[in-house]
């Protein structure tokens, strides 16, 4: 008598795309975290508590995410991924923020989906059609729009260089996005997160040395910021965004990065009481028109993954 075959639910076919938008909501809401965090702790500290927060609560799940039977070449994939973000992302975009403006800084950013599509349809072979390619053009024209219209920064010493630098903090972000893409139908999105987690963790443990004083003497307001980065933006936003990535084409998950400076705008406004100009409320709906027009006659239905190779996800 042959066994009743296990039920397994479905997810819904909508799935991957709100999880890229809850990573970008994540990822807008890091902003005014790190700006609380930043009163308490220097830049390479957080970094490192991030990183290592997230990766001791990925620890009870170790042996579903760590990498199992990695296949020849791919070390050097997840290597190299992983040392292009976090690593090398957040030591360029440190940089460049300290010698350039923040608006020029957020018209660069927005320039990563369109790194992202183009690369994918270069070198991963994937389509880029033309209402995603209007959308990725529109949503940047209005990232651009809202950092421009935004108070001009006190000081700029060396804006050449820092937007050389955000640049490249730029391409390290869209080259591992286009890695992860790439080994997405080989392992889980938990084990590419996990392998980008302890990658941090060990590159930023310098940062360990600025800790002064135990958690529990730690201002509550840092500490509870230390935590949703760590727990929320780094494990979650990453795991999120790694998810939607394997199941959606690269372009088209990379779209919902335009979506990060608009929401920390808007949380800037409620919660922070910083100005929210005209333009800058226009701004916005031009990025959630191209972000919209980008998402549009794709569908909802999640790519199959192409590779023979199982994913590994922790149970539950």
């Known amino acids: 008598m042959s066994r009743p075959a296990r039920f397994r639910p479905s997810l819904p076919r909508a799935a991957p795309v709100l999880a890229a938008l809850a990573a970008a909501l994540l990822w807008g809401g890091s902003f005014a975290?790190?700006?609380?965090?930043?009163?308490?702790?220097?830049?390479?500290?957080?970094?490192?508590?991030?990183?290592?927060?997230?990766?001791?609560?990925?620890?009870?799940?170790?042996?579903?995410?760590?990498?199992?039977?990695?296949?020849?070449?791919?070390?050097?994939?997840?290597?190299?991924?992983?040392?292009?973000?976090?690593?090398?992302?957040?030591?360029?975009?440190?940089?460049?923020l300290s010698l350039t403006t923040s608006a020029q800084a957020g018209v660069i950013s927005s320039s990563v989906p369109l790194l992202v599509g183009v690369g994918a349809a270069i070198f991963l072979h994937e389509p880029l059609p033309w209402r995603m390619l209007l959308g990725l053009v529109l949503s940047v024209a209005g990232v651009a729009w809202l950092s421009l219209a935004g108070a001009p920064a006190a000081s700029a010493p060396a804006p050449l260089l820092g937007n050389a630098l955000e640049f490249l903090a730029m391409a390290c972000a869209a080259g591992s996005m286009l890695l992860i893409k790439r080994l997405s139908g080989r392992y889980g999105p938990w084990t590419l997160t996990a392998v980008q987690t302890v990658t941090g963790a060990l590159f930023f443990l310098p940062g360990a040395a600025g800790i002064a004083a135990p958690p529990w003497d730690w201002p509550r307001d840092?500490?509870?910021?230390?935590?949703?980065?760590g727990g929320l933006v780094t494990l979650g936003a990453f795991g999120l965004y790694n998810w939607a990535l394997s199941r959606l084409p690269a372009a088209r998950v990379a779209a919902f990065i335009n979506l990060v400076p608009l929401v920390a705008v808007a949380l800037g406004w409620l919660a922070l009481d910083e100005a929210l100009s005209g333009p800058q409320a226009l701004a916005s709906a031009v990025i959630l028109a191209g972000v919209a027009l980008s998402q549009s006659g794709a569908g909802l239905a999640p790519q199959t993954r192409s590779s023979a190779v199982p994913a590994r996800e922790p149970a539950g």
Do not use: H, I, Q
């Open 222 to 229: 840092a500490a509870l910021a230390v935590l949703f980065l």
């Open 33 to 96: 975290a790190t700006k609380t965090a930043l009163t308490a702790f220097a830049p390479m500290t957080l970094m490192w508590l991030r990183m290592t927060l997230a990766a001791l609560l990925l620890l009870p799940f170790a042996r579903g995410v760590l990498p199992r039977g990695v296949r020849r070449g791919d070390g050097t994939l997840l290597a190299v991924a992983s040392l292009l973000l976090p690593c090398a992302y957040f030591l360029c975009e440190a940089n460049a």
